[in-house]
């Protein structure tokens, strides 16, 4: 058995890129940075920064390019892509980005509650890991998150702001 999954939490390092294929399939690319926060021998605080690549495809690859920007935070889960390409000046290159399966967009308070739009999956379709290549029209689907009624906020563990869960039936 294989697993190729990741989950990301960053922000954004520069303004997503929104581009269609010539069959009118859009897709998007940007990049991300995830700090990583470790005491080192010594006993002293360190700071480590992973940048990471990513791209969306169809309708989820619009909403990142409309409502998010560079600097933005946001939660991508999706898959590590491996591809190679030859430069111009005939060096081969190895390159790892992450396909995003599914997306949160995050206010700047990192437990903000979703809203229907703010979390969809797809998957990309066949020959998109690559934009230069003709794509097949992609279909994504809207996930079906448990949301709060209108004007309730929530945190990570679905309880509303008071504290309370609004699950309980009583």
Request: glycine share 8%; proline share 5%; charged share 25%.
């Amino acid at each position: 058995m294989n697993v190729n999954k990741v989950m990301l939490l960053g922000r954004l390092t520069r303004d997503p890129e929104v581009k269609y294929s010539t069959s009118g399939n859009a897709f998007c690319a940007w990049g991300m940075a995830i700090n990583r926060y470790y005491n080192s021998e010594n006993g002293e605080r360190q700071q480590e920064v992973c940048f990471v690549d990513c791209k969306a495809f169809g309708r989820q690859a619009e909403i990142v390019g409309q409502y998010v920007a560079k600097g933005n935070p946001l939660f991508v889960e999706g898959r590590l892509s491996f591809y190679q390409y030859e430069t111009e000046n005939g060096e081969r290159r190895n390159k790892l980005s992450v396909i995003a399966e599914r997306i949160q967009l995050m206010g700047q308070n990192m437990f903000a509650s979703l809203t229907d739009d703010s979390v969809l999956r797809s998957a990309p379709p066949e020959n998109m890991e690559h934009p230069d290549e003709e794509a097949k029209e992609a279909q994504p689907q809207q996930a079906s998150p448990e949301t709060p009624t209108e004007g309730e906020v929530t945190d990570a563990e679905g309880l509303l702001s008071d504290g309370t869960a609004d699950d309980i039936p009583f």
